[in-house]
C-alpha cells in the first residue's frame, strides 16, 4: 500500500491561486486512479477531480470546472491540483486519495485551503 502526502495549501485571497500536492511513497505505477476530495467544516467530504491512468482521462465536479487542474508526474511520484480564480466556497480541507490497480486505497492527512480577504 502507499503512503500519500498532501502540500501547497494555505491562505488565499478569493481570485487568487493554489497548487496542491500530493507525494507518493510506493509504487506509483501500482495506482491506476487518482482523486482530490475536499470537506469543509460540517459538511461531507466531496470529490473534486480524478485523473485516470488507464484509459486516459480527467474528471471535475461541476463547482470547480474550468478552475481547478488536475495532472500527474510519474516521474516525480506525485499528483497535482492547480486552483486558480478561488472563491470563499473552496475553502475546505483538501485530501489526495489513490487507488491502485488491486483496488487498495488510500488517503492522505489533508492539507487546509482557506479563501478569504
Known amino acids: 500500500q502507499v503512503q500519500l502526502v498532501e502540500s501547497g495549501g494555505g491562505l488565499v485571497q478569493p481570485g487568487g491561486s493554489l497548487r496542491l500536492s500530493c507525494t507518493v511513497s510506493?509504487?506509483?505505477?501500482?495506482?491506476?486512479?487518482m482523486r482530490w476530495y475536499r470537506q469543509a467544516p460540517g459538511k461531507e467530504r466531496d470529490l473534486v477531480a480524478t485523473?485516470?491512468?488507464?484509459?486516459?482521462?480527467?474528471e471535475y465536479a461541476d463547482s470547480v470546472k474550468g478552475r481547478f487542474t488536475i495532472s500527474r508526474d510519474n516521474a516525480k511520484s506525485a499528483m497535482y491540483l492547480q486552483m486558480n480564480s478561488l472563491k470563499p466556497e473552496d475553502t475546505a480541507v483538501y485530501y489526495c486519495n489513490t487507488r491502485t490497480w488491486a483496488a487498495e486505497e488510500s488517503w492522505g492527512q489533508g492539507t487546509q485551503v482557506t479563501v478569504s480577504s
Open positions: 485523473i485516470t491512468r488507464m484509459p486516459s482521462s480527467t
Open positions: 510506493g509504487n506509483i505505477f501500482s495506482i491506476n486512479v
